[in-house]
């Protein structure tokens, strides 16, 4: 059974870090490019970051280029987010995903990710 963690949600004022991290199980992570989506309420889901399966290869959204870093380490199938300068609309529930397709497909969101966690919510106060 595949599984995919998310973790290190929480409440932070403006101009302040997070850092998620998802921990997958139950799938050969290294074979599968790792993203993460995030959905604000009202709102479509939307692309974050993803990156390759080698760690390698990263790909963010636009406005999430210089303060949002993706990284994975294969040795504990795991991948981090760092989230830093949040600001008010960078307020929703993330999620974390596995995709059998490349970081670059996942990016431009050709194909829906095999795999999603649950979820986790980051709320960013003014």
């Known amino acids: 059974q595949v599984q995919l963690v998310e973790s290190g949600g929480g409440l932070v004022q403006a101009g302040g870090s997070l850092r998620l991290s998802c921990a997958a199980s139950?799938?050969?992570?290294?074979?599968?490019?790792m993203g993460w989506f995030r959905q604000a309420p009202g709102k479509e889901r939307e692309f974050v970051a993803a990156v390759s399966t080698s760690g390698g290869i990263t790909y963010y959204a636009d406005s999430m280029k210089g303060r949002f870093t993706i990284s994975r380490d294969n040795a504990k199938n795991t991948v981090v987010l760092q989230m830093n300068s949040l600001k008010p609309e960078d307020t929703a529930l993330y999620y974390c995903?596995?995709?059998?397709?490349?970081?670059?497909?996942?990016?431009?969101?050709?194909?829906?990710?095999?795999?999603w966690g649950q979820g986790t919510q980051v709320t960013v106060s003014s």
């Open positions: 139950g799938l050969f992570f290294t074979t599968y490019a």
């Open positions: 995903a596995a995709s059998t397709a490349t970081a670059q497909a996942m990016s431009r969101m050709t194909r829906p990710p095999r795999y």
